[in-house]
């Protein structure tokens, strides 16, 4: 009885290709075109496409900016605003 791989963790897919990639090698032929598929209008596929293309990243920006000092020394100058 050959052993089976694990599964491997959400956290080691960076990007949805990957998870992509990983479930089609996993799956077997046909149920990989079942579950990729549509039927007729192809109506959830599309839905489902367009959630998905609707996720963003949301940089966490201004936060806890009560205290920030933007001060850098280059080359032994100190720089106010280390804008080059």
């Known amino acids: 009885m050959p052993s089976k791989k694990p599964a ?3 956290a080691a897919f ?9 479930a089609k ?3 077997e032929p046909g ?3 079942y579950v990729m598929g549509g039927a007729e209008t192809e ?3 599309i839905r489902n496409r367009l959630a998905l293309d ?3 990243f949301r940089p966490r920006v201004l936060r806890d900016v009560e ?3 933007a001060r850098k020394t280059l080359l032994g100058i100190d720089l106010r ?4």
């Open 31 to 33: 149920v990989w075109d």
């Open 8 to 10: 491997p963790d959400a």
């Open 43 to 45: 109506a959830t596929l």
């Open 25 to 27: 090698a996993k799956l």
């Open 67 to 69: 205290r920030v000092v």
């Open 54 to 56: 609707g996720i963003g």
């Open 14 to 22: 960076k990007v949805i290709h990957q998870l992509v990639a990983a």
């Open 81 to 84: 605003l280390p804008v080059i």
